[in-house]
């Protein structure tokens, strides 16, 4: 269960948000919402780490997730809206990277397997300076065909720069995850419609 409890964020000296609490439990799905410069990335970085609220505090089982650290990045998958691929690297070499950074390791099956579900089949050993922003995208996001073993999902814009098949592609894992008694947060411009998920929504003013 993730939990945040009387979160607050500053930036530039401006108040985002404060005395943000949720609580989100296996299986559901947490969309945040509000204009640009709300604090919606802000928000998801707190949520994973990366960022220190100036108040309150992310709760991961009940225990502090700054205190846990390594162990409670190990349980999640943080997506932000850069793509965040090494252009030297190959899509697969930016894959295999990438699970190894939190510890999971996949055969080269199976990597190729995540790309071709994202549309990338034939590309996996092309070097990412040469592939489009979307495909970039979608080289980021195979990453979610092998990341059921986290039960954490922390998507900034992970629709954004996609055709409508890898879109469907993309909620089809988040579906499958949450039916498995994952989590996800994301934030999105773009209507989320998923069969029997449980969708909350929050909404940052600004």
């Not at 005395?19 to 949520?47: C, D, H, M, Q, Y």
């Not at 190990?74 to 697969?92: N, Q």
């Amino acid at each position: 269960m993730l939990q945040a409890e009387s979160l607050a964020c500053e930036r530039g000296g401006r108040l985002l948000f404060k005395s943000l609490e949720f609580t989100l439990a296996p299986g559901t799905l947490l969309r945040v919402l509000g204009p640009n410069g709300a604090g919606k990335t802000s928000l998801l970085r707190i949520l994973c780490g990366l960022a220190r609220p100036v108040a309150g505090r992310v709760l991961w089982s009940g225990e502090d997730a700054h205190a846990l650290g390594e162990e409670y990045g190990r349980r999640l998958l943080y997506l932000g809206h850069l793509s965040a691929i090494k252009e030297d690297l190959t899509p697969r070499e930016n894959l295999r990277f990438a699970q190894r950074l939190v510890g999971l390791e996949a055969p080269r099956a199976a990597l190729d397997e995540a790309l071709a579900r994202l549309g990338l089949a034939g590309r996996e050993d092309v070097p990412a300076r040469y592939l489009s922003q979307g495909q970039k995208r979608r080289a980021a996001l195979a990453r979610l065909a092998l990341s059921r073993a986290l039960p954490l999902w922390i998507l900034d814009e992970p629709l954004a720069a996609l055709d409508v098949h890898a879109i469907d592609t993309v909620l089809a894992l988040i579906g499958t995850h949450l039916a498995d008694g994952g989590m996800a947060v994301l934030t999105s411009h773009q209507e989320i419609e998923l069969a029997s998920a449980s969708i909350l929504r929050l909404v940052l003013a600004g």
